[in-house]
């Protein structure tokens, strides 16, 4: 029996390689990418809903289909406001007036992607939850924002390949 090969993906990544963008475009088919900026934690999910397929030539074993896929993403975001005027980010802004109203006006477009250029990129409709994690007069002023998607997730070229800082360090996209 022979030794496997080492592999030559030794490098940790790190949670903070996500970048999130909101699309604030009033054109359609023209996007304005938007950085929606003080992100503190980023949890993108796809979650399967399966059902049971079993027949009787399993010979008794369980059997099991995915018949339906959800995307979300939970974040957490520090609230950030403008120094002098103390308005409130704009990208934040669009996502906490989402997450109050109705129809076509409660959904928005959003995309997430290694910022260091590997191959992890994905775009999608979502809807928004706002909530303010409150707290104390020591603490700062924190959002937890759930993107409930909306239809598919679709992989997208990264934004951010031949730009990021892996990709300069290893010389190309991946990581």
């Known amino acids: 029996m022979s030794t496997p090969t080492a592999p030559a993906e030794t490098v940790t990544a790190l949670a903070r390689?996500?970048?999130?963008?909101l699309d604030l475009g009033t054109t359609p088919g023209t996007p304005?990418?938007?950085?929606?900026?003080?992100?503190?934690e980023f949890t993108p999910k796809v979650e399967p809903t399966q059902q049971e397929?079993?027949?009787?030539?399993?010979?008794?074993?369980?059997?099991?289909?995915v018949t339906m896929l959800a995307w979300s993403i939970e974040t957490t975001i520090a609230h950030r406001a403008h120094p002098t005027t103390g308005v409130f980010n704009a990208?934040?802004?669009?996502?906490?007036?989402?997450?109050?109203?109705?129809?076509?006006?409660?959904?928005?477009?959003?995309?997430?992607?290694?910022?260091?250029?590997?191959?992890?990129?994905?775009?999608?409709?979502?809807?928004?939850?706002?909530?303010?994690?409150?707290?104390?007069?020591?603490?700062v002023d924190t959002i937890k924002v759930m993107l409930t998607g909306s239809g598919p997730l679709v992989e997208i070229t990264n934004p951010a390949v031949g730009g990021g800082a892996l990709a300069a360090k290893t010389g190309g996209g991946e990581a």
């Open 53 to 65: 397929v079993t027949t009787y030539d399993a010979e008794g074993w369980s059997e099991q289909a």
């Open 32 to 40: 304005l990418w938007t950085l929606v900026p003080g992100v503190t």
């Open 17 to 21: 390689r996500y970048r999130l963008e």
């Open 91 to 139: 990208a934040q802004e669009a996502l906490r007036k989402a997450s109050r109203s109705f129809g076509a006006k409660s959904y928005v477009r959003v995309r997430y992607y290694d910022r260091n250029g590997a191959n992890d990129a994905q775009e999608g409709s979502a809807l928004v939850t706002w909530e303010p994690d409150g707290g104390g007069p020591d603490e």
